[in-house]
């Protein structure tokens, strides 16, 4: 299965080396150009992480074409979510996405949605991984916004509460 991402779920990931998730749960990730260069640009621990799924299992696509009705919905959402939920628009593919603006232009465009936390979840159900607390946890401890809330919920829809 393929599926669009934005680039805040591949940062995430990789902050904790937890990349290899996405290839084992989807297969392939389709990222538009955009998001391929804020990907570039990092020049933290996760740059190298991120370089060698580029080289793998992550595909970048062509431009996506920038219908009305995404352009409507997608106003006041940055340039990267604006690709990625246009792609998506698009392909019809699930789009992997945690910003909060683009996770509202997403719903007005009745597109199939997931985050982070979302992934981590399918990951603990499909055996993968063993709990969701403690990644989530240490995505924060790394500098990636996670509110007390998002934790607790996952940590109880995970069965670790």
């Known amino acids: 299965m393929s599926v669009i991402s934005d680039t805040g779920p591949l940062i995430a990931l990789a902050k904790i080396d937890h990349l290899h998730l996405l290839e084992q749960l989807f297969n392939r990730v389709i990222i ?3 998001v391929y ?12 992480r991120l370089e060698q799924v580029l080289t793998t299992f992550v595909q970048v696509s062509e431009h996506p074409i920038l219908a009305s009705e995404v352009e409507i919905a ?3 959402v940055d340039a990267g979510e604006r690709e990625a939920l246009a792609l998506a628009h698009t392909t019809r593919l699930l789009l992997l996405i945690d910003d909060r603006l683009g996770r509202q232009a997403a719903h007005r465009l009745n597109l199939s949605i997931t985050g982070t936390t979302g ?3 399918r990951a603990k159900n499909d055996g ?3 709990t969701v607390r403690i990644l989530l946890e ?3 401890e ?3 916004w996670l509110s007390d809330e998002l934790i607790t919920t996952a940590t109880k829809m995970a069965g670790e509460a």
């Open 142 to 144: 790394s500098g990636y």
């Open 32 to 34: 538009p150009p955009i």
């Open 119 to 121: 992934i981590l979840l």
């Open 74 to 76: 997608t106003r006041g």
């Open 128 to 130: 993968h991984i063993a």
């Open 138 to 140: 240490q995505i924060r």
């Open 37 to 48: 260069r804020e990907l570039l640009a990092k020049v933290s621990i996760e740059a190298d």
